[in-house]
């Protein structure tokens, strides 16, 4: 079975640190994605990562980085976390190029930023 | 651009009856995959059926089926014989062939009552 985890369950920061939340995938999947949800707006791309080093900017990428060392992991860093960005934020994998195979999400991190 | 839309925030249902959870989306492709994923309370997001859009056959999963009509580019979830198990966000989505990337729906939360 594929097995995507997050570092955190939950978190809570203050306005103004940094924040990395972390996404570890074990099935050698090329493409790796960081989401977030927010309640009536459903999944919101942020970035996306096809290769290590690779990244392309989502739909909502502002007061968003990430980065891929390597292939199994994509972070995701706010550079100075801000309370709009308190949210649920999810990450998901799949093999480049099969569709079929959808994507896979790990469990989640509930993010609270005062 | 892509546009999914699910109209119903909200829905519940009596145990063992059918519900019907609704999905349109808006594309000029022709060649396209839809999905629907469930998300329980507190757990993962996993997939519960896909349909590739040149299969003109509904999609069907055990208790979960797919009415999909291109032309009308609706894509609705039937759930039949509705069990306590089936309570969660429910997200219909979009992905253009050779993009890897989703485009979810605002989802519909479906309660199931004993």
């Known amino acids: 079975d594929v097995k995507v985890t997050q570092s955190s369950r939950y978190l809570v920061k203050r306005t103004g640190e940094k924040v990395f939340l972390e996404c570890v995938q074990d099935?050698?999947?090329?493409?790796m994605f960081w989401y977030r949800q927010d309640p009536g707006l459903g999944l919101r791309l942020i970035y996306f990562?096809?290769?290590?080093?690779?990244?392309e900017k989502g739909d909502i990428p502002e007061g968003y980085s990430v980065s891929r060392e390597k292939k199994e992991r994509f972070s995701l860093i706010l550079e100075s976390a801000s309370t709009n960005q308190t949210s649920m934020y999810l990450c998901?994998?799949?093999?480049?190029?099969?569709?079929?195979?959808?994507?896979?999400f790990g469990p989640g991190t509930r993010l609270l930023v005062l | 651009a892509q546009t999914v839309t699910q109209s119903q925030p909200e829905m519940s249902v009596q145990e063992a009856e059918t519900v019907t959870l609704s999905c349109t989306y808006d594309?000029?492709?022709?060649?396209?995959?839809l999905f629907w994923y469930k998300q329980p309370p507190s757990r993962q997001m996993i997939l519960v059926i896909r349909?590739?859009?040149?299969?003109?056959q509904n999609a069907t999963e055990n208790r979960f089926s797919v009415n999909f009509q291109k032309a009308a580019k609706s894509f609705s979830l039937k759930i039949s014989d509705s069990q306590l198990g089936d309570t969660a966000m429910y997200f219909c989505?979009?992905?253009?062939?050779?993009?890897?990337?989703?485009?979810f729906g605002t989802g519909t939360r479906l309660q199931v009552f004993p």
């Open positions: 998901a994998s799949n093999p480049t190029g099969a569709p079929q195979e959808t994507q896979y």
């Open positions: 099935m050698d999947h090329e493409n």
């Open positions: 990562s096809y290769d290590v080093k690779m990244k």
């Open positions: 594309t000029s492709e022709n060649n396209y995959y």
């Open positions: 349909q590739e859009a040149y299969k003109q």
């Open positions: 989505a979009f992905m253009k062939l050779g993009t890897d990337k989703l485009i």
